[in-house]
């Protein structure tokens, strides 16, 4: 029985070690794809609508009619410096937003307008949306509204802003007509100095052209989200291994509590690629999903962590459970104080958790490196922003941030740790 066990854990290892592989080759695959810029011959046949925009905050459904004079609005140039970017995917031609022009704080609707010179001949014409737009818009063209980015109006549902094409009506060729673009914010607390409105100018180009422009957008846009699919499906994989081998180990308390914790890191990790690729949740939702939801993940770690490989105190236990219920409160009450003494409160915590793991049972150095990249996934702010280690890097142009580095190290580690437990082992009693 022995030796049928320690086969199998270490096909299992193996197993393990191959699929990181291939997943992160499946991930820099995606990556280098996503990267690349524009096709010289795609953009060279398409106008970028960039340079000088009519701007005018508020909301007027009129303000979509060409008729409508504009020559009073302000003017917000929205012409990108070369090689700029978006902080988060790597975006490409990325201005500021209304913000950082003259409307600093400013939430709600605004409206943009220009005019716009289709070229003649025998080809259909096709408007590629704007990437990157805070948070929703609408885009007409001669008053006539051709689609946009989630539903405005009174109560807007708005969702992430991914490629969009909007197809010109058959006889625009060889006419001039007015773009414009209704968006809307939501507001926000602290809202940056540059946000606000459209980000990246939309483009005009002809079919096929659009065609090919628009995929290579939405191979942007995939890569930039990539990690945030791929890390939670083997999360939620690695979750079932544990519950799976809770039966047959002396660890099931860790185990158990891993698993849940894999469950709602996973989930919480999955919400970025779900509000950037499809409009299944609007950004209010993620919003909550985002500020609440990592403080019952931590609770949960520290409650597995609590149980690795000795009877767990219950004293951690409760200050787990505490902790959680400090941040909560913290967040309801909008305090940054009680939020950060919390977070560092979360910090000692895993502190004394992994004092316990290293006089605890084997594999020490295996559990206290998990855990570590746990602490460091979560509070990067404290630990690692001081040593100057950047949030986010942008291999082959997208941006890849530090926690997808960790959780890249950290799953196959846990996998590793999780098959460990597989075999009952002797328990260090609870000092």
Request: glycine share 12%.
């Amino acid at each position: 029985m022995t030796g049928w066990i320690d086969a199998t854990r270490r096909n299992l290892v193996a197993t393990i070690l191959v699929a990181s592989l291939l997943a992160w080759a499946v991930v820099i695959g995606v990556l280098a794809r996503g990267g690349r810029s524009d096709p010289g011959p795609l953009r060279a046949a398409a106008i970028l609508l960039d340079g000088g925009w009519r701007f005018h905050v508020g909301d007027d459904p009129h303000r979509a009619d060409p008729r409508v004079d504009d020559s009073r609005w302000e003017t917000i140039d929205l012409t990108a410096k070369p090689g700029s970017h978006d902080g988060d995917v790597g975006l490409p031609d990325y201005v500021s937003g209304w913000m950082a022009h003259g409307h600093p704080g400013y939430t709600g609707y605004a409206w943009y307008r220009r005019v716009v010179d289709v070229p003649a001949g025998p080809a259909s014409w096709d408007i590629l949306g704007p990437t990157l737009v805070e948070d929703g818009y609408e885009l007409y063209w001669n008053g006539q509204l051709l689609g946009g980015s989630g539903r405005l109006g009174p109560h807007p549902r708005v969702v992430g802003t991914r490629p969009l094409r909007f197809g010109l009506p058959a006889d625009a060729a060889g006419t001039r007509g007015v773009l414009a673009l209704r968006v809307y914010m939501l507001p926000r607390p602290g809202p940056g100095a540059e946000g606000g409105g459209m980000h990246s100018a939309p483009l005009l180009a002809p079919r096929p052209v659009a065609d090919a422009l628009h995929r290579v957008q939405w191979e942007r846009t995939i890569a930039g989200y990539i990690v945030d699919a791929i890390e939670p499906l083997a999360m939620f994989a690695l979750a079932g291994l544990a519950f799976w081998g809770r039966r047959r180990s002396s660890d099931r308390g860790f185990l158990a509590f891993a698993g849940v914790a894999l469950v709602l890191t996973g989930a919480r990790r999955l919400d970025n690629a779900l509000v950037s690729w499809t409009d299944l949740m609007d950004l209010p939702t993620y919003s909550v999903l985002a500020r609440f939801m990592w403080m019952p993940t931590v609770a949960a770690w520290a409650l597995a962590w609590n149980r690795w490989g000795r009877r767990p105190w219950r004293t951690l236990d409760a200050a787990a459970l505490a902790i959680m219920g400090a941040q909560i409160a913290a967040a309801l009450v909008h305090s940054a104080g009680a939020a950060s003494a919390s977070r560092l409160a979360a910090i000692a915590l895993f502190i004394v958790l992994a004092a316990r793991i290293a006089h605890g049972a084997a594999p020490r150095a295996l559990a206290l490196t998990t855990l570590a990249l746990t602490v460091l996934a979560f509070f990067g702010g404290e630990l690692l922003d001081p040593l100057n280690v950047p949030g986010i890097w942008f291999p082959f142009g997208i941006g890849v941030s530090r926690t997808q580095i960790l959780y890249a190290i950290f799953i196959p580690l846990l996998a590793c740790l999780v098959v460990r437990t597989g075999e009952p082992r002797p328990r260090t009693p609870s000092t």
